[in-house]
């Protein structure tokens, strides 16, 4: 019965256009109810001791140094360096938008921000090339969401903080799969774009390439930095984020000199916004966590799981598919904070390594920012590149499937994030 009036509650308080943060709070009364303990102070409780979180201070400095990243020009360089080595094979674009889709992520870890920088620069070239808009959208929005699977990754901080798992491991082990993500997405695109009549761009000199590549040094250094630091402990992902804002901010002022001290008072403003959203969610949420754990509501699910429990790979196939499930329905934060007290007790008691499944839960909530009808990197790639949104749908579908794929060949063979995971440690 418990199960029934949380997720009746839940859908309800959304099906009449509540947000988000607001439908977990009435979850949670309708629990308190139920339960016979209704208190409206245990609310306020709840909701000041979960956004007094230290991990959760890395979002909104994630968020800030993505702003300066863009602004500072690094994502342009990115993709002139990806331009000078890929850009004149036949899709050379294409492999430009996947490359440059993977080093964005090692920066800044919010996919919307990645996919509108970067189907800005590229599609108007895609499309003066003969590239269809329709597939070159879909590539880049595709690429978009390998943003929140490589370090630093917003989606592995909130899993973290709502999960109780360690968010440096959580780090560590999302770089092979990000970049089997990428992986994915160029052989897709050599296969679907194969007999495209393009405009190929020139090969450019060796000496040029160089220079391409040694204009974007400074932005290739970020991730070794993050992830060199977190490596040998030399600060934890909170600090991290600060040292990336910082970095960002020197490179962005002093170095590119694209950024001006007139540009920092609005990054810091839409920065500060998308924070304030994911704050008051992920308070809420752990509000509705707490009455979980009280109502039992884990130990619910795992009855219903009950005839997969005896074998791991069975238990994951299945919570796979429910997560992609509810990603058409759900944007990603959301699916992240509402899933994951209700599933973390059903993967332990299964002998799923959290960090694991941590890893390919965040990737599953990743593919749902590109699937109909929620779809919230669809949306902004529709309307970046301009293509209506059908078409998008159309043109991304082939790359949806190689990296659900990816994800259920992750599934089948755990070492192929575990075994990194343990070089990396």
């Known amino acids: 019965m418990t199960l029934w009036i949380f997720s009746g509650s839940l859908i309800g308080a959304m099906a009449i256009g509540m947000p988000i943060a607001f439908a977990l709070i009435v979850c949670a009364l309708a629990l308190m109810w139920q339960m016979g303990n209704f208190d409206t102070q245990i609310i306020a409780t709840n909701l000041v001791s979960g956004a007094d979180n230290f991990p959760l201070m890395a979002v ?7 702003e300066l990243m863009n602004a500072g020009g690094m994502s342009r360089r990115i993709v002139n360096a990806a331009m000078a080595w890929v850009g004149h094979l036949r899709g050379g674009l294409g492999y430009v938008a996947v490359v440059a889709s993977v080093l964005m992520a090692s920066l800044s870890g919010a996919a919307v921000a990645d996919t509108a920088a970067i189907a800005a620069l590229l599609v108007p070239m895609m499309r003066t090339a003969g590239y269809d808009p329709a597939r070159s959208t879909g590539l880049i929005a595709a690429g978009g969401i390998i943003a929140p699977v490589i370090p630093p990754s917003i989606g592995l901080v909130l899993f973290g903080v709502a999960g109780g798992v ?26 679907v774009a194969r007999r495209d009549r393009v405009t190929v761009a020139a090969k450019m000199p060796m000496g040029e390439r160089l220079r391409e590549t040694a204009r974007a040094f400074w932005a290739f250094l970020l991730p070794v930095i993050i992830v ?16 990336a804002v910082a970095y960002a901010l020197v490179v962005g002022l002093f ?14 403003l839409n920065s500060a916004k998308t924070t304030a959203v994911i704050m008051f969610m992920v308070a809420a949420a752990l509000v509705s966590a ?19 429990m005896g074998s791991p790979t069975l238990l994951m196939f299945a919570l796979m598919v429910l997560v992609v499930i509810v990603g058409t329905a759900l ?15 059903l993967v332990k008691q299964a002998g799923i390594d959290p960090v694991y499944f941590g890893v390919l839960f965040v990737i599953n ?5 590109i699937t109909p009808p929620v779809g919230t990197v669809l949306n902004v790639a529709s309307g970046v590149a301009r293509v209506p949104m059908h078409d998008v749908i159309r043109g991304v579908m082939p790359f949806m499937i190689a990296q659900l794929v990816v994800l259920f060949l992750m599934v089948l063979f755990p070492q192929l994030v575990m075994v990194p995971l343990s070089l990396f440690r």
């Open 290 to 308: 707490w009455l979980i754990a009280l109502a039992d509501i884990p130990g619910q699910v795992t009855q219903l799981m009950q005839p997969f």
């Open 255 to 268: 170095v590119y000199r694209q950024l001006h001290w007139r540009h920092i008072y609005g990054l810091m």
């Open 166 to 191: 360690s968010i440096s491991k959580l780090f560590m082990a999302g770089v092979f799969p990000g970049i089997l993500l990428g992986v994915a997405l160029a052989a897709t695109w050599w296969w």
């Open 365 to 369: 909530n990743a593919i749902g920012l």
């Open 228 to 243: 060199g630091g977190l490596k040998f402990g030399v600060f934890t992902p909170t600090e991290a984020a600060v040292v």
């Open 60 to 66: 909104p400095f994630f968020l800030l140094a993505g």
């Open 331 to 345: 944007d990603f934060a959301p699916t992240i904070l509402i899933l994951t007290p209700v599933l973390m007790p």
